[in-house]
């Protein structure tokens, strides 16, 4: 709560403070944050930063087990085809049902980690799990990956680092 006292007052003095050195002109007046609200600032602004990334993992976590989930209990139903009661029983097969659970839950983490950083930084980032899906595919459900798929995926990867080396949130 503190903090955001804190924050809030650095708001209304409608400058950088902590980037000026203690100073700020504005039409106002002249504004003077203390070094121990500078280090408050500081550490909120680390807790969000790590909860941002903390949200991410578990997202790109449930993505990845949700998504393998589902493959795994489709390929070892009998084939649906175009029945669509099928796949109503489908969701009842413990695999697919924990692959639809952790696909919803993965969709509420993704609106928490919107809340959290832009939609900019969000997209790129969690596009890593497509990498995991993509060995996971391999490993797990022993599917062939060519070459061009793991390039694909590569130049995913190097996007995703690209972005993710951005700040979360613009200005």
Not at 85 to 92: C, E, F, T, V
Not at 130 to 146: D, P, Q, S
Request: hydrophobic content about 50%; proline content about 2%; some cysteine.
């Amino acid at each position: 709560m503190r903090s955001m006292r804190i924050l809030r007052r650095i708001k209304q003095s409608a400058c950088c403070a902590w980037r000026l050195r203690g100073r700020c002109t504005r039409v106002f007046g002249t504004a003077t944050i203390g070094s121990g609200q500078r280090t408050a600032y500081r550490k909120m602004r680390g807790s969000l930063h790590l909860r941002t990334y903390s949200v991410l993992l578990l997202f790109i976590a449930l993505k990845a087990v949700g998504n393998l989930s589902l493959a795994w209990g489709m390929k070892h139903l009998p084939d649906a085809g175009a029945n669509p009661l099928s796949y109503i029983r489908a969701m009842l097969d413990p695999f697919v049902a924990l692959g639809v659970t952790s696909l919803v839950v993965a969709l509420l983490t993704r609106m928490v980690l919107l809340s959290l950083a832009d939609l900019s930084f969000v997209l790129p980032v969690t596009a890593v799990g497509y990498i995991i899906a993509a060995f996971l595919g391999k490993v797990v459900l022993h599917e062939v990956v060519t070459n061009r798929r793991w390039i694909g995926t590569i130049l995913i990867f190097i996007g995703a680092a690209l972005v993710s080396s951005t700040g979360e949130k613009s200005k």
